[in-house]
């Protein structure tokens, strides 16, 4: 059965600095990566994905992540975070033949200015 | 634009209580789909819609979790005879399922509709 993990539940970063979110997954087939971001009382929003090609996906807000298939991980980061980067990032995962996304546990990103 | 709307927003029924969540997805979008998010964890899938046909299930947790979508548009989750432990934000998401994406296109997520049952 397929997995994420999200290894870091907090992750505290200072602003103006770089941040990374941790993802790896466990699957069968090829995997379809995808992180989004959530604020309180609000739905996930989608960030960006990996489907096939570049191994280096560009995303919303500055965010990219990149996609390394031997170390099974799909790492969020950007280069320069924002206290307005705040919020709950969850990494999900779908498999070929499926159509919903497992998801993982998510972190929590705080942007201390 | 319009995007996934959810109503109600909150839900405060009592022990055995019957509820319906409502989830209009986004015009056109073929997918539907409904997750269970508790408190602290990760969105949990719990069924999918194409169109009209149910075609997942897998994921409601017992007989007492039924979800619908008669015409392919507005789906309704019902859980009969609530218990504490269907506490948790039931997430509504639908996608686009043609276009270059097509089955791999993001999925579109409502803001949620939060259940509390005491």
């Known amino acids: 059965a397929q997995s994420v993990a999200q290894p870091e539940d907090q992750v505290n970063v200072a602003e103006g600095n770089p941040l990374t979110v941790k993802c790896t997954y466990s699957?069968?087939?090829?995997?379809?990566l995808f992180w989004y971001v959530q604020y309180p009382n609000r739905g996930l929003q989608f960030l960006l994905k990996y489907i096939t090609g570049d191994n280096l996906v560009k995303g919303s807000y500055g965010f990219e992540a990149e996609f390394n298939k031997s170390q099974t991980s799909f790492h969020l980061k950007k280069p320069s975070a924002l206290v307005s980067d705040s919020a709950l990032y969850f990494c999900?995962?779908?498999?070929?033949?499926?159509?919903?996304?497992?998801f993982g546990p998510g972190t929590r990103l705080s942007v201390l200015p | 634009g319009a995007g996934v709307s959810q109503s109600p927003r909150y839900k405060v029924a009592k022990r055995g209580q019957d509820v319906a969540l409502r989830c209009d997805p986004i015009s056109g979008h073929v997918s539907l789909f409904w997750y269970q998010q508790a408190l602290g964890q990760g969105p949990e899938f719990l069924t999918y819609f194409q169109n009209e046909a149910q075609l997942d299930k897998s994921g409601l947790p017992s007989d007492r979790f039924f979800a619908e979508r008669p015409e392919g548009s507005v789906s309704t989750l019902k859980i009969q005879r609530t218990q504490q432990e269907d506490s948790a934000v039931y997430l509504c998401?639908?996608?686009?399922?043609?276009?270059?994406?097509?089955?791999?296109?993001?999925?579109?997520f409502g803001p949620g509709t939060r259940l509390t049952v005491l």
């Open positions: 998401a639908s996608r686009h399922s043609i276009g270059t994406g097509g089955p791999y296109n993001e999925q579109f």
């Open positions: 999900a995962v779908r498999v070929n033949y499926g159509q919903n996304f497992v």
């Open positions: 699957v069968s087939g090829n995997p379809y």
